[in-house]
């Protein structure tokens, strides 16, 4: 399966509510010919547009790849979330790497959301930010957990930003039943997704990056001087960033086997009535819940709900988008009975057994940056910056996460997607009791 026509158009962002409010750089031309830089990046999503910007402010010259449109995959499709930390928590961190590595990470996930933040209002406060992020437990028994995890995180990290939520807190900040206790983040935020990955590329743009869209890498040799093959221009680099999260589409077998596709869908309502709007999220903040197909979350500007739910784990998305968000969505908020679903779709992010990112060293002079796990907003355009700094030169940080544990999927590439599926299924049943 061709992960990257199976269900888009190629040169086109897919259809959703973020393309419809979001107004899109370039066009940008396709590659043609012989073409040379300092850097070559594979990816037009927000690690590639974070290390393109980055290197350029550093004075290289950078060219960036984008088989689509910037900003058509994840980086323009996911929930918005922008949240503090990895996608596991420190607790598990500490157990997994230990105390210092825990605390480097810690600090590297607070840089990313001030980063975000800071490109943001560089270029110009457009992608709609707005502070608050709930972990919302499902389960009465996980609230213990979540009060310890936030006293954890006061004492150990003195990251004061975050509190428990008990039953009566959290139901006056959601409006569902179903939610019996969680924490509230304000170090965490909530944004436009397709309008931020929009301002990294007008300000790689602006500072020197030759972006190029409809350019499908289809072959990448990783020798001390790197060629990158699209189907009409061969691109010689000094280096080489390839940044494709799940999109990665077996280019790279090292990446391939350590991060795997998986698809997630999101539904956005009609614009809601006020009343009942403050009703379901008063203050505005982002939700993301307990489960392990995790629910997430949020109110729109206009008062629309924006849910994302439901995960399949095959290539190809399901008939009926609307449909397959449909249910979680009322399971959460039943009150959404009647309201009329004006856009649905799906995207593809990348996840790595143990939930870490997965950086690689591809060959002397080329790295991969992928595998955020569905926190790639905050952690992909860190990761760019990261990697920008390791071709300068200053590699320390991209080696700590490049030692983090990534395993391989079990299974080859006949059997890792029957295997997933199997065990996500088997996850999935585990959320209902």
């Given at each position: 399966?061709?992960?990257?026509?199976?269900?888009?158009?190629?040169?086109?962002?897919?259809?959703?509510?973020?393309?419809?409010?979001?107004?899109?750089?370039?066009?940008?031309?396709?590659?043609?010919?012989?073409?040379?830089?300092?850097?070559?990046?594979?990816?037009?999503?927000?690690?590639?547009?974070?290390?393109?910007?980055?290197?350029?402010?550093?004075?290289?010259?950078?060219?960036?790849?984008?088989?689509?449109?910037?900003?058509?995959?994840?980086?323009?499709?996911?929930?918005?979330?922008?949240?503090?930390?990895?996608?596991?928590?420190?607790?598990?961190?500490?157990?997994?790497?230990?105390?210092?590595?825990?605390?480097?990470?810690?600090?590297?996930?607070?840089?990313?959301?001030?980063?975000?933040?800071?490109?943001?209002?560089?270029?110009?406060?457009?992608?709609?930010?707005?502070?608050?992020?709930?972990?919302?437990?499902?389960?009465?028994?996980?609230?213990?957990?979540?009060?310890?995890?936030?006293?954890?995180?006061?004492?150990?990290?003195?990251?004061?930003?975050?509190?428990?939520?008990?039953?009566?807190?959290?139901?006056?900040?959601?409006?569902?039943?179903?939610?019996?206790?969680?924490?509230?983040?304000?170090?965490?935020?909530?944004?436009?997704?397709?309008?931020?990955?929009?301002?990294?590329?007008?300000?790689?743009?602006?500072?020197?990056?030759?972006?190029?869209?409809?350019?499908?890498?289809?072959?990448?040799?990783?020798?001390?001087?790197?060629?990158?093959?699209?189907g009409s221009a061969l691109i010689e680099a000094d280096h080489l960033i390839v940044a494709l999260n799940g999109y990665h589409n077996n280019l790279l077998p090292t990446v391939s086997r350590r991060v795997?596709?998986?698809?997630?869908?999101?539904?956005?309502?009609?614009?809601?009535?006020?009343?009942?709007?403050?009703?379901?999220?008063?203050?505005?903040?982002?939700?993301?819940?307990?489960?392990?197909?995790?629910?997430?979350?949020?109110?729109?500007?206009?008062?629309?709900?924006?849910?994302?739910?439901?995960?399949?784990?095959?290539?190809?998305?399901?008939?009926?988008?609307?449909?397959?968000?449909?249910?979680?969505?009322?399971?959460?908020?039943?009150?959404?009975?009647?309201?009329?679903?004006?856009?649905?779709?799906?995207?593809?992010?990348?996840?790595?057994?143990?939930?870490?990112?997965?950086?690689?060293?591809?060959?002397?002079?080329?790295?991969?940056?992928?595998?955020?796990?569905?926190?790639?907003?905050?952690?992909?355009?860190?990761?760019?910056?990261?990697?920008?700094?390791?071709?300068?030169?200053?590699?320390?940080?991209?080696?700590?996460?490049?030692?983090?544990?990534?395993?391989?999927?079990?299974?080859?590439?006949?059997?890792?997607?029957?295997?997933?599926?199997?065990?996500?299924?088997?996850?999935?049943?585990?959320?209902?009791?």
């Amino acid at each position: 399966m061709d992960i990257l026509t199976i269900n888009d158009t190629p040169g086109q962002h897919p259809r959703s509510f973020y393309a419809a409010t979001a107004e899109a750089p370039g066009p940008y031309p396709m590659a043609e010919g012989a073409i040379k830089a300092d850097v070559c990046v594979v990816g037009g999503g927000y690690g590639g547009l974070s290390a393109a910007l980055h290197l350029a402010r550093q004075g290289l010259d950078v060219v960036l790849l984008e088989a689509s449109r910037v900003g058509s995959g994840a980086s323009g499709r996911n929930g918005g979330q922008v949240s503090t930390g990895q996608r596991l928590e420190q607790g598990d961190l500490e157990t997994l790497v230990g105390l210092d590595t825990a605390r480097v990470l810690w600090d590297m996930g607070s840089e990313a959301v001030d980063l975000v933040k800071a490109l943001i209002r560089e270029e110009g406060d457009g992608c709609g930010w707005t502070d608050g992020v709930i972990h919302a437990n499902h389960r009465a028994r996980y609230g213990a957990h979540s009060k310890a995890h936030v006293e954890h995180l006061n004492t150990t990290y003195g990251y004061d930003k975050i509190r428990f939520l008990s039953r009566d807190e959290i139901r006056h900040e959601v409006g569902s039943p179903g939610y019996h206790s969680g924490s509230l983040d304000m170090g965490s935020g909530h944004l436009h997704p397709l309008r931020y990955a929009f301002a990294l590329a007008r300000l790689a743009e602006a500072a020197g990056v030759r972006i190029y869209e409809t350019s499908r890498v289809t072959k990448v040799d990783t020798a001390a001087k790197p060629r990158v093959h699209t189907g009409s221009a061969l691109i010689e680099a000094d280096h080489l960033i390839v940044a494709l999260n799940g999109y990665h589409n077996n280019l790279l077998p090292t990446v391939s086997r350590r991060v795997m596709p998986i698809n997630n869908f999101i539904a956005v309502t009609e614009p809601l009535p006020q009343d009942l709007a403050n009703s379901l999220i008063p203050n505005r903040y982002a939700v993301a819940d307990s489960r392990f197909v995790i629910n997430y979350f949020r109110l729109s500007e206009d008062n629309r709900m924006i849910f994302g739910g439901g995960e399949s784990y095959g290539y190809r998305f399901p008939a009926d988008l609307r449909a397959k968000v449909r249910g979680p969505m009322l399971e959460v908020f039943p009150q959404l009975k009647s309201a009329k679903i004006d856009y649905a779709w799906g995207g593809t992010l990348g996840i790595t057994m143990s939930r870490l990112p997965h950086f690689d060293r591809l060959g002397p002079s080329a790295l991969s940056i992928a595998g955020f796990s569905g926190q790639g907003v905050a952690l992909a355009t860190l990761a760019g910056k990261i990697a920008a700094e390791a071709i300068a030169g200053q590699a320390a940080r991209f080696d700590v996460i490049n030692h983090l544990p990534t395993p391989r999927f079990p299974g080859g590439p006949k059997l890792r997607t029957p295997l997933l599926v199997a065990a996500m299924t088997w996850y999935a049943l585990r959320d209902k009791f």
